[in-house]
């Protein structure tokens, strides 16, 4: 059933502080939102002229031209000041940020991930400015280094230094874990004891040490609501 | 001739690589192959002692490098084995009166008068080990079932990859009763975490120590197990790498094999 109240028109007018909002629909077509816009400024008269316009989309994407085409519009027939799109509300917005990291992550991010493959040996270094993947493995006496997480697809014999200098967030993931030490930001813990079970596990910091898990017991990241660039 | 320079190393000191040098030398030579066995272990050397040529030196590696003898002059060979020569380390000198450079352009003479030149290189990863592998072709890697020397291995490996030389591993020292029990690292585990092609497997042997004090090759004594095994490596290094690796069996897995027989194993 339709109906003609207010709050569904599709473009409304209200005050706001010093200026005027728009709220519009910008997949109506462009001349019905003119009339629109006619019908609801005329009345205004002198009220409109230099007045402050900010266009609201609401959830659609607003285009830039289609902005950049109604404040002519608007400047050219009612004399408004300016008119300007609200500000997109960037990172506050976890619905934001899911769309963004689902959708359309790989168009913002230049990858932060070092990928590597083959076999870190005693006496080598391997530094990542931000996430290490190693598709091999690190022989006691290799040591691996890296600004945020650590991952090797192989065994991790050796030292494995994540987070630095100083994100506690940050694991030290292995297929077979039996690092000689682990490091995460500042926090250093010896690697376990011997022993010959070969299965995932994680290294991360709780209440300041460093814990070491069954990565697929623990699935830490398997409980987020949808994924996130990390 | 066209020989190839393949250097003997390790990291670790007392692992054998004297002993490896001496026996794999003499092996190739056994087979008919013109050897150069070369002791760059300057001031500490030894091999002419393991090969009982000690007391014939008059020059040394170290006045053939820097020319003041010819090769053949400084060159001793050995008292049993036709065509193995060795060419002992200078006594007094410093390993660091040798450059890379010198080694380079000695290697290219040698190369042309021998099939094989064995460089047994000192310990460590210093002046000495880069003098020996300098004009490397090819090189062996001797490591011990111990921690320690898998770590130190594992380290020249990573040296002798990044100049481009592919090195194969021979564990050496090998107690199989101890690897049976769980106290001693197997070949399995070393492998596992040095992931290079494996020449050969050498255990723990009195031979080696007899054949020391008396002179008389390793490989030539009838009942050595690690002289036979050295013979293998040298024949698996001079292309026949279809003989197969032996695992050195002790007398624990003996008796456990006759116990299984009467149904009395597990
Ligand atoms: N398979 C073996 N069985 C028994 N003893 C061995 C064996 N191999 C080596 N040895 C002994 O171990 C000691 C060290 O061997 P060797 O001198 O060959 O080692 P190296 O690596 O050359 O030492 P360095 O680093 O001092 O030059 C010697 O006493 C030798 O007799
Ligand atoms: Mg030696």
Redo the contacts with the bound molecule.
């Keep these: 059933m339709e109906t003609t109240d207010q709050n569904n028109a599709p473009v409304r007018l209200k005050g706001m502080g010093d200026g005027l909002c728009v709220s519009l629909d910008p997949d109506q077509p462009r001349a019905f939102i003119r009339s629109e816009l006619t019908r609801l400024f005329q009345p205004l008269k002198h009220l409109a002229v230099n007045a402050r316009v900010i266009l609201d989309f609401g959830e659609a994407e607003g285009d830039e031209g289609l902005v950049d085409e109604l404040g002519v519009f608007l400047k050219e027939n009612f004399g408004v000041g300016s008119v300007t799109q609200t500000p997109k509300r960037r990172g506050s917005s976890e619905d934001f940020v899911r769309r963004r990291d689902v959708d359309r992550s790989w168009h913002h991010y230049r990858s932060d991930v070092l990928m590597l493959t083959g076999r870190v040996r005693s006496g080598q270094k391997v530094t990542a400015r931000r996430h290490l993947l190693i598709l091999g493995d690190v022989n006691p006496g290799g040591e691996v280094v890296a600004g945020g997480d650590i991952l090797i697809m192989g065994s991790l014999a050796g030292t494995a230094i994540a987070g630095q200098p100083d994100e506690v967030d940050t694991i030290v993931l292995a297929l077979d874990f039996r690092p000689t030490q682990v490091q995460i930001g500042s926090v250093v813990a010896a690697g376990p004891p011997p022993s010959r079970r070969r299965f995932p596990e994680y290294a991360h910091v709780e209440g300041g040490h460093i814990v070491v898990e069954n990565y697929m017991k623990a699935n830490p990241f398997g409980r987020m609501p949808w994924p996130e660039v990390r | 001739m066209d020989g190839k320079i393949i250097v003997v190393t ?1 990291g ?9 040098t001496a026996s794999i030398g003499a092996a190739l030579a056994a087979e008919g192959k013109r050897v150069l066995v070369v002791d760059m ?1 300057i001031g ?1 050397r ?1 091999l002419d002692v ?1 090969m009982g040529l000690e007391n014939r030196i008059v020059f040394n590696v170290v006045d053939a490098v820097k020319g003041k003898c010819r090769i053949n002059q400084a060159a001793i060979k050995d008292r049993r084995i036709e065509n193995l020569y060795l060419l002992p380390a200078s006594q007094s000198d410093n390993k660091d009166v040798l450059i890379p450079e010198d080694m380079i352009r000695f290697g290219a003479k040698i190369r042309s008068e021998f099939d094989y030149v064995l460089m ?1 290189c ?2 460590g990863i210093e002046r000495g080990f880069e003098n020996s592998v300098a004009a490397a072709d090819e090189a062996v890697v ?1 490591c011990m079932p111990e921690v320690s020397s898998v770590r130190d291995a594992d380290r020249v490996i990573g040296l002798l990859y990044a100049r481009d030389i592919t090195p194969k591993l021979v564990v ?2 090998i107690v199989p009763d101890m690897v049976a029990r769980g106290d001693m690292l197997s070949h399995e585990d070393i492998v596992d975490v040095l992931s290079i092609d494996l020449l050969g497997l ?5 031979h ?2 007899i054949s ?1 004090n008396t002179g008389m090759p390793l490989i030539m004594q009838k009942d050595s197990k ?1 002289g036979q095994a050295f013979r293998r490596i040298a024949q698996r290094l001079n292309g026949n790498t279809d003989i197969p690796i032996e695992i050195p069996q002790g007398q624990g897995r003996f008796w456990k094999r006759i116990g299984t027989k009467f149904g009395l194993g597990k």
């Design positions: 390790s670790k000191g007392g692992v054998g690589k004297t002993t490896a272990d500490l030894n393991v047994d000192p310990a001797i050496n020292r050498v255990p723990m042997d009195d080696v120590v020391t690690a």
